[in-house]
């Protein structure tokens, strides 16, 4: 009969083997982490040198439409996924809605209708997108993306406001997440 102790020492080495597999793992993947977010700093820093290298010469510069930014940077034609959107500039008073694209502009709209505080949930419905989790979570990583930008702040329990200075910048337009609620200050 093997000991207790024996026992013991077995199951013990074998759930250090277990969490250093795991660590490793884990610092794979942290070092992936860390080369796209290079890779990711790199291609911004490049993009905004541009815009600012062009605009200096008084040359105008559109947005590019997304499937042609990717396609020259990525091995195989890069991105053919549809509805990614630009990414939002950095919020500058003076700025409206219009400087958004896509959900990020109607994620902004929603929360600039909303009276109240919104939760990543009422963004997705708001969306059209449903209560699924996918769907929630992509609403509310528009809404973090915009808040990083200065366009929303984020409040306790992962609700979203608009900024100070940016609740103002909604046109009056019908979208079903506005559709039942006055704008904050419209009256």
Not at 30 to 45: D, F, G, M, S
Request: proline share 6%; net charge negative.
């Amino acid at each position: 009969m093997p000991s207790v102790i024996g026992l013991l020492e077995q199951r013990e080495a074998r759930a250090q083997g277990e969490l250093e597999s795991w660590l490793e793992v884990l610092r794979q993947a942290q070092e992936e982490v860390a080369t796209a977010q290079k890779r990711a700093e790199r291609a911004r820093v490049a993009r905004e040198e541009l815009v600012q290298a062009l605009a200096e010469e008084g040359v105008e510069s559109g947005p590019v439409p997304p499937l042609e930014a990717g396609a020259a940077a990525e091995p195989g034609g890069g991105r053919a996924d549809v509805g990614f959107d630009e990414r939002p500039p950095q919020w500058r008073p003076g700025m409206d809605e219009a400087a958004l694209s896509g959900m990020y502009r109607e994620v902004f709209r929603i929360v600039a209708a909303a009276e109240g505080a919104v939760a990543g949930a009422e963004l997705a419905r708001g969306l059209g997108r449903g209560d699924q989790k996918n769907e929630v979570e992509k609403a509310r990583h528009r809404a973090y993306t915009l808040e990083a930008r200065g366009w929303l702040v984020r409040e306790s329990g992962g609700l979203f406001r608009c900024a100070p200075g940016t609740s103002g910048l909604v046109a009056q337009v019908a979208f079903p997440a506005s559709a039942e609620r006055p704008r904050p200050g419209g009256g």
